[in-house]
């Protein structure tokens, strides 16, 4: 009896001890040295341009990524393809209520919430996207190379209650219709 205690302990001990436990490595990202790009569409053409990261981090676990977050400052949302009063016209009424409201909803966030290697570098994710307060799930891909990161993904504006000129709200807008899907592309180093 004594022997078998002995050998339970020992396998026990074994088996704890085989067991590595891994830490989760939260990386931050560099916000000064991270991009976002937006690019939005209408009839008659398209408008982009950047927003600025507030803060943001991606989590790795043995090299792999688990999960990330990340605060977007909106009230820095402006376009880079127009210039002098059409810029400033436009920037103005990005951030109005008409669109995102910033006053209000000075942020907007992304939150991971599943994250499944589909090839060598890549990932498919599954986060909570929050604009105006509002949130939804969105899916996109995210590619991993050594300390930088690049992801891109689709939003459906109208799911944010983004409404001005969109063809889900409102009838008969021809070619003054702002489609309501967006795309944003993050280059982001960590």
Do not use: C
């Amino acid at each position: 009896m004594k022997n078998t205690i002995k050998n339970l302990a020992v396998i026990t001990l074994v088996a704890v001890t085989s067991f590595s436990f891994t830490e989760i490595e939260k990386k931050e990202v560099k916000i000064t040295e991270s991009k976002v790009v937006w690019k939005g569409y209408k009839v008659t053409g398209s408008h982009e341009g950047t927003v600025e990261i507030k803060s943001g981090s991606l989590a790795f676990e043995n090299d792999k990524l688990v999960g990330g977050e990340f605060v977007i400052d909106m009230t820095t949302i402006g376009s880079t393809d127009l210039e002098g009063e059409y810029k400033g016209k436009l920037d103005g009424h990005l951030k109005s209520d008409d669109f995102f409201g910033v006053a209000n909803h000075p942020t907007a966030s992304l939150v991971f919430k599943s994250v499944t290697a589909s090839g060598k570098n890549a990932y498919d994710v599954t986060g909570d996207l929050t604009i105006k307060g509002i949130k939804h799930p969105v899916s996109f891909k995210i590619s991993i190379y050594g300390s930088k990161a690049t992801a891109s993904l689709k939003v459906d504006r109208s799911n944010y209650d983004v409404r001005y000129g969109s063809p889900s709200f409102f009838n008969d807008l021809k070619d003054k219709a702002i489609y309501d899907e967006f795309d944003l592309v993050a280059d982001l180093q960590f």
